[in-house]
């Protein structure tokens, strides 16, 4: 027994001693930067404080410019149409697929070019421990691991919206339907048609009643005929699908499905723009500060007008969609006060810090890239919608390849 237990204890403990101190290395606070490395950075405190305000003011404007364009240009959409909200299927008139084509390649482009590429960097420094982040591709691994997710949350999120629409529906045509026949009923009462019919009605065994019932269902027949035609034009030569009912489908997705997209979406875009402008935040250095300004402005301008094509598609009610907004445009200035505030004792170059940086940082990427490539490109892209459109088609291709080279192309700045 002596001896296995000596045996164990050769052979285990030296093993796992090794690995809870690479966990204790990983998890440490100590600066990894070389000594002076800040003070040959141009270390300013004052200047780069009057910058991140600057970077405050500017991208705070730019972020809400970018998600409100989309959403006042549905607006102003739906008021030359009579004011009613248009629905999803009819009025997404060519400008409104191109837009969304432009911000696809944009949110593409930020989780491959900017967001991964973050993420690796973090997680392959030479401050952590060589194993296991050198020994494991954690920022793809982790990335997959988000993508999956979000493949659940979404399924499960439009699967839950859309029993929660239907039953809400149901039950409002059960009582629309019963209020139907009360009204006509007291609509005859009222003009005395019951009474002074009352002896035709001995004669032919109540025949008011026949009428109202056929009046309601003439109204159920054109009711149902209008959603049979609403439904049946999506299609490029005129033929719609029909289920066992008669109800015909076309190949939109659904407004649940647009809710559950867009408030995914805002999630992984939320979640980096904290990162990033946490990141600024915590920099003394105006010469590190100064251009990431420009390039983070014009990466929240293409960012927002990518997320408020998809909140504007969800036809969210005017309080929603403005409180969306807004979370969105405060989070990377909120990011940077932060680290402006923490900016004394947080150290960005500390094993902790670049640890929690790449896992939030590959999280976002996987989350990022499954939205573009599977509800906004494939949604789009491999639709009847635009098979059906040549010219359609080659201009949001145009249009998605423009999007992902410009915002790759920041990837120089920042």
Same mark, same amino acid.
């Given at each position: 027994m002596l001896f296995f237990e000596e045996m164990m204890e050769s052979s285990y403990v030296p093993y796992i001693r090794t690995h809870l101190q690479q966990i204790a290395a990983s998890l440490s606070t100590a600066s990894c930067a070389p000594p002076g490395a800040e003070e040959k950075e141009c270390r300013d405190e004052a200047a780069a404080l009057w910058l991140k305000m600057v970077a405050v003011a500017a991208i705070l404007v730019s972020g809400a410019t970018g998600v409100a364009i989309p959403l006042l240009g549905r607006r102003w959409r739906g008021r030359g149409v009579g004011g009613a909200p248009p629905s999803s299927s009819s009025s997404t008139g060519g400008l409104f697929v191109l837009t969304k084509a432009f911000a696809a390649g944009v949110i593409l482009a930020t989780g491959f070019v900017h967001v991964l590429d973050d993420a690796n960097d973090a997680l392959t420094d030479p401050c952590l421990p060589a194993v296991p982040w050198r020994r494991f591709p954690f920022p793809g691994f982790v990335a997959m691991l988000a993508a999956l997710g979000t493949l659940v949350v979404d399924f499960v999120g439009t699967h839950m919206y859309e029993q929660k629409h239907r039953s809400e529906e149901e039950q409002a045509a059960a009582a629309a339907n019963g209020s139907s026949r009360e009204e006509i009923a007291a609509a005859l009462l009222e003009d005395g048609a019951l009474e002074a019919r009352g002896d035709v009605e001995g004669r032919d065994g109540g025949g008011h009643k026949e009428d109202a019932m056929h009046i309601v269902g003439m109204r159920a027949h054109a009711a149902a005929h209008r959603h049979r035609h609403a439904h049946g034009r999506g299609s490029c030569h005129g033929g719609t699908s029909y289920d066992s009912h008669g109800h015909g489908h076309d190949e939109e997705p659904s407004q649940a499905r647009h809710v559950v997209v867009s408030q995914v979406l805002e999630l992984g875009i939320v979640s980096h723009s904290v990162i990033i402008g946490l990141s600024l935040g915590v920099s003394r250095s105006p010469c590190t500060i100064r251009p990431l300004v420009a390039a983070l402005?014009?990466?929240? &301008? $293409?960012?927002?007008?990518?997320?408020? =094509?998809?909140?504007?598609?969800?036809?969210?009610?005017?309080?929603?969609?403005?409180?969306?907004?807004? &979370? $969105?445009?405060?989070?990377?200035?909120? =990011?940077?006060?932060?680290?402006a505030g923490v900016s004394s004792f947080y150290n960005p170059n500390s094993p902790r810090a670049l640890v929690v940086e790449g896992i939030l940082d590959s999280m976002s990427a996987g989350i990022l890239i499954y939205m573009a490539l599977v509800d906004l490109i494939a949604a789009d892209f491999l639709s009847k919608r635009m098979s059906c459109n040549p010219r359609l088609q080659v201009g949001s291709y145009i249009a998605l390849f423009l999007g992902a080279m410009a915002m790759s192309s920041l990837a120089i700045w920042a």
């Open positions: 402005s014009f990466h929240q &301008f $293409f960012e927002g007008f990518a997320l408020g =094509g998809c909140i504007s598609e969800a036809q969210f009610k005017s309080s929603s969609a403005l409180l969306m907004a807004i &979370f $969105f445009a405060i989070t990377t200035p909120a =990011g940077i006060t932060m680290g």
